[in-house]
């Protein structure tokens, strides 16, 4: 199983020290935790996830006295990210308004080992069942768009996408949007069977191909892709259907 993401948002140095030790215990030999960044301020986190990928953030409700983990909340409950609340707050108010919000998971300090570890994966394993789901009812992306903004993209829009270094490039009928994964991340966790890979660098949307040529295909009259001579098999089933 791949290792979960996680990134800690905590501005108390001992509850932060503390969680980020119980992350580096193996608890279960199934499910291996990666701790990729920790922050003890909302804003370079939300910078961090604009070109990271994370599958869980832990965060405080309260920092400074302020509840920084309901805008954490807001901010990602349009991402395939989950979040797990850490507080030792009392405050009625707050748990309710969280809880209006949507579903979440909520375990109060002190923090126990098994409990933040059985958490963690329950999250993960729901996170899974839900992606797989996704496969098969999803018909759209989140891409961010100018300015951070997220954007739902249609998969009928979609024409195309190329991948360039450490970023996948969104090809729609009008934009271009970046996205920091890897091409066959994409494919396996976001797309559907409307996709086809045709080359390690580009993916298309089959009912954007107009002509099917010996070494590349066309989406437009402007546009034609390479094809590789690893996927020309699956392009030439695709073409016999």
Known sequence: MSPIRIILLED????????QIMLTELVDKEHQLDLVAVFETLTPLLVFLETNEVDIVIADIFMNNKPVGLSLFDYLKHRPISLLFVSNTNDKDIF???????????ISKPINLFTLHANLYSIYEEMQ??????????QYLYLSGKGGQQEQVLFDDIVYIESEGNYCFVFTTAKKYALKKSLSKVLEEDLDVSFLRIHRAYIVNKSAIKQI???????????SLPIG?????SLMEFARK
């Open 12 to 19: 108390n140095p001992i509850d932060s020290l503390t969680i």
């Open 96 to 106: 309710l308004e969280a809880q209006r919000k949507s579903s979440f998971r909520f």
């Open 129 to 138: 069942r839900n992606r797989q789901y996704n496969l098969l009812a999803k």
């Open 213 to 223: 040529g010996p070494l590349s295909i066309k989406v437009n009259e402007h546009v």
């Open 229 to 233: 001579r690893h996927y020309r098999k």
